[in-house]
């Protein structure tokens, strides 16, 4: 089958421009979103957007200052939701199912606190992770990586300016850990460092900056009252970012995760069919 594809650019009020594709019927209801990670990075999702579109319109965009959408101001968790809430309005989408990943998450999340009303049902695919995740993701990047990988991750991180391809090395060496199959990885993320381009990296710092002075730790226990009716954790079970973390949330939010084994951090690469089926079983219970 077929399925209709669209994009278009919205104007955000404060002046921003931010490009959007929707693949599907978008007459139909629900509407769901898919909030790609980063932050700074373009949309990637596009291999996860035909695995329910059949079922949904399935909507993704960049988020502002990446990709198609130029922006050179300063960035905050309150625009990035700000962003989403217009876009909806944009697309004549009152609520919608959001289905998030990575940083992404983080931004449902956020997005879930001021606008309940407008969540239909929510999916956090591999985070938010709470407690001291750090710790355990830097150690097992250690054990997947050679000691001359680290070394020359660290004097590529240490360079003031970065050429091409150096860029392309470090993001490399950064994200072929995220896979459970590190040799796999390797290609995964050669291919991702020159497609997800360019990153924005002030945008990652000033959103790292304040994810640490108002952690969304803080709020979980008015998230665990906001939340939609239906709402789920997913994660790669061989997430270098230990699963222990997804399993406090779990805990703390009272909601189901589902551990998709022999993946990663985009589990959808390594177990593309476990990962179609979950996502199908939970937007098609949403229709229902």
Same mark, same amino acid.
């Given at each position: 089958?077929?399925?209709?594809?669209?994009q278009?650019?919205?104007?955000?009020?404060?002046?921003?421009?931010?490009?959007?594709?929707?693949?599907?019927?978008?007459?139909?209801?629900?509407?769901?979103?898919?909030?790609?990670?980063?932050?700074?990075?373009?949309?990637?999702?596009?291999?996860v957007?035909?695995?329910?579109?059949?079922?949904?319109?399935?909507?993704?965009?960049?988020?502002?200052?990446t990709g198609?959408?130029?922006w050179?101001?300063?960035?905050?968790?309150?625009?990035?939701?700000d962003d989403?809430?217009?876009?909806?309005?944009?697309?004549?989408?009152?609520?919608?199912?959001?289905?998030g990943?990575s940083y992404?998450?983080?931004?449902?999340?956020?997005?879930?606190?001021?606008?309940?009303?407008?969540?239909?049902?929510?999916?956090?695919?591999c985070?938010?992770?709470v407690?001291?995740?750090?710790?355990?993701?830097? &150690?097992?990047?250690? !054990?997947?990586? =050679? +000691?001359?990988?680290?070394?020359?991750? @660290?004097e590529l991180?240490? %360079?003031?300016d970065?050429t091409?391809?150096?860029?392309?090395?470090?993001?490399?060496?950064?994200?072929?850990?995220?896979?459970?199959?590190?040799e796999?990885?390797?290609?995964?993320?050669?291919?991702?460092?020159?497609?997800?381009?360019?990153?924005?990296?002030?945008?990652?710092?000033?959103?790292?900056?304040?994810?640490r002075a108002?952690?969304?730790?803080?709020?979980l226990?008015?998230?665990?009252?906001?939340?939609?009716?239906?709402?789920?954790?997913?994660g790669? &079970?061989?997430?270098? !970012?230990p699963v =222990? +973390?997804?399993?406090?949330?779990?805990l @703390?939010?009272?909601?189901? %995760?589902?551990?998709?084994?022999?993946?990663?951090?985009?589990?959808w690469?390594?177990?593309?069919d476990?990962?179609?089926?979950?996502?199908?079983?939970?937007?098609?219970?949403?229709?229902?």
């Amino acid at each position: 089958m077929t399925l209709m594809e669209t994009q278009g650019l919205v104007p955000m009020t404060d002046g921003a421009r931010l490009r959007w594709m929707a693949l599907g019927d978008t007459t139909r209801r629900p509407a769901v979103i898919l909030l790609h990670g980063g932050p700074g990075l373009p949309d990637y999702l596009g291999d996860v957007a035909p695995m329910i579109a059949d079922l949904a319109p399935v909507y993704r965009y960049d988020q502002r200052g990446t990709g198609r959408s130029p922006w050179r101001g300063p960035h905050s968790f309150a625009r990035h939701v700000d962003d989403l809430a217009e876009l909806l309005d944009a697309w004549d989408v009152p609520s919608a199912v959001l289905i998030g990943h990575s940083y992404g998450t983080d931004l449902a999340s956020r997005f879930c606190l001021r606008h309940s009303d407008r969540v239909t049902a929510m999916l956090l695919m591999c985070g938010p992770f709470v407690g001291d995740w750090r710790t355990g993701d830097r &150690a097992e990047r250690r !054990r997947r990586m =050679s +000691a001359a990988q680290q070394e020359r991750l @660290r004097e590529l991180e240490g %360079l003031a300016d970065r050429t091409e391809e150096q860029e392309v090395e470090l993001l490399t060496l950064a994200w072929f850990t995220d896979h459970a199959d590190t040799e796999r990885g390797w290609h995964w993320a050669a291919q991702g460092a020159r497609r997800r381009r360019p990153v924005n990296w002030p945008m990652n710092g000033e959103l790292g900056k304040e994810g640490r002075a108002d952690p969304l730790e803080g709020h979980l226990a008015d998230l665990r009252a906001r939340l939609p009716a239906r709402a789920e954790i997913l994660g790669g &079970a061989d997430d270098p !970012r230990p699963v =222990s +973390a997804l399993e406090e949330l779990a805990l @703390r939010l009272a909601l189901p %995760l589902t551990r998709i084994e022999g993946a990663g951090h985009e589990p959808w690469l390594e177990q593309p069919d476990a990962v179609r089926t979950h996502l199908r079983r939970f937007v098609q219970a949403v229709g229902a």
